[in-house]
T-cell receptor
């Protein structure tokens, strides 16, 4: 079984300050982990992915995440928030050998960016 | 636009009616997925197809839900005898085996409201 817990349902930051969105996972197998972003009235978009290569993963728009097996965490960070980063972010786990890419999503974290 | 398209974008229906949603995947993608997203939650997997074969359907929520992909191109998701609890966003995504595991392309969704 696999599951994902996003520790904060809402995060509010000021523009130009760092962003930290927290995610813990549970998986019986070596997982693949992802962050997806959902802007209002837009489809979900892949932000970045970890698939057992480098533990520090860089994604689009300056986001990155670090896989920490000992902590079963995959937190998403960005050094400096921009207004356009305001969106819903989902941490996602997939079994590496999962036929069909069946993804398990966390509950989401809504990021608000204040001017 | 050659992304995943879904139709209709919004559907309001009365309890007990049947509804059908259509998904057109990215043309070169042979895998197609349906997810459901309720308010404040992350998407949950329903079913997926590889070409015309439905390879996983155990997660469909009840026998009122069914999906087809008769020619391996577009897909339909039908909900019979709708209930108020079916109100949600229904998301379609596509991918192909050449893409990394977990990298799905999502449509903007079909929002269902059951009165």
């Amino acid at each position: 079984a696999q599951s994902v817990t996003q520790l904060d349902s809402h995060v509010s930051v000021s523009e130009g300050t760092p962003v930290l969105l927290r995610c813990n996972y549970s998986s019986s197998y070596s997982p693949s982990l992802f962050w997806y972003v959902q802007h209002p009235n837009k489809g979900l978009q892949l932000l970045l992915k970890y698939t057992s290569a480098a533990t520090l993963v860089k994604g689009i728009n300056g986001f990155e995440a670090e896989f920490k097996k000992s902590e079963t965490s995959f937190h998403l960070t960005k050094p400096s928030a921009h207004m356009s980063d305001a969106a819903e972010y989902f941490c996602v786990v997939s079994l590496g050998n999962n036929a069909g890419n069946m993804l398990t999503f966390g509950g989401g974290t809504r990021l608000m960016v204040k001017p | 636009d050659t992304g995943v398209s879904q139709d209709p974008r919004h559907k309001i229906t009365k309890r007990g009616q049947n509804v059908t949603f259509r998904c057109d995947p990215i043309s070169e993608h042979n895998r197609l997925y349906w997810y459901r997203q309720t308010l404040g939650q992350g998407p949950e997997f329903l079913t997926y197809f590889q070409n015309e074969a439905q390879l996983e359907k155990s997660r469909l929520l009840s026998d009122r839900f069914s999906a087809e992909r008769p020619k391996g191109s577009f897909s339909t998701l039908e909900i019979q005898r709708t209930e108020q609890g079916d109100s949600a966003m229904y998301l379609c995504a596509s991918s192909n085996p050449g893409l990394p595991t977990g990298e799905l392309f999502f449509g903007e969704g079909s929002r269902l409201t059951v009165l």
